[in-house]
């Protein structure tokens, strides 16, 4: 069984910076791709990056294209999200996430880790 636990989430000021890490146990193997996703409160959840433990494919949501850097650890089998000049519409929670499919839908992720907060203050 694999299981994803994310840590790293916390409260930070426009403009500050935060990491958050996804730590995968398990057998990984059928969760060849790994992305992050968000929800703010009464929004859907929508896509924020993704990567494959090879490295490759790397792929960002257009709102966070150019502050977040996804990257991975395969030693370690963690996956982090790098977010630099966060925004108060940034706030939400996010989760971290595995998929056999080079995608970017939330409903082609079938692994999922129980989520952190992030909230920016203005």
């Known amino acids: 069984q694999v299981q994803l636990i994310e840590s790293g989430g916390g409260l930070v000021q426009a403009g500050g910076s935060l990491r958050l890490s996804c730590a995968a146990s398990g057998r990984t193997i059928f969760a060849s791709v790994m992305g992050w996703f968000r929800q703010a409160p009464g929004k859907e959840r929508e896509f924020v990056a993704r990567?494959?433990?090879?490295?490759?494919?790397?792929y960002y949501a257009d709102s966070v294209k150019g502050r977040f850097t996804i990257s991975r650890d395969s030693v370690r089998n963690t996956v982090y999200l790098q977010m630099n000049s966060l925004k108060p519409e940034d706030t939400a929670v996010y989760y971290c996430a595995g998929s056999s499919v080079i995608a970017v839908d939330v409903n082609d992720f079938g692994l999922w880790g129980q989520g952190t907060q992030v909230t920016v203050s203005s």
């Open positions: 990567i494959r433990w090879s490295g490759g494919n790397i």
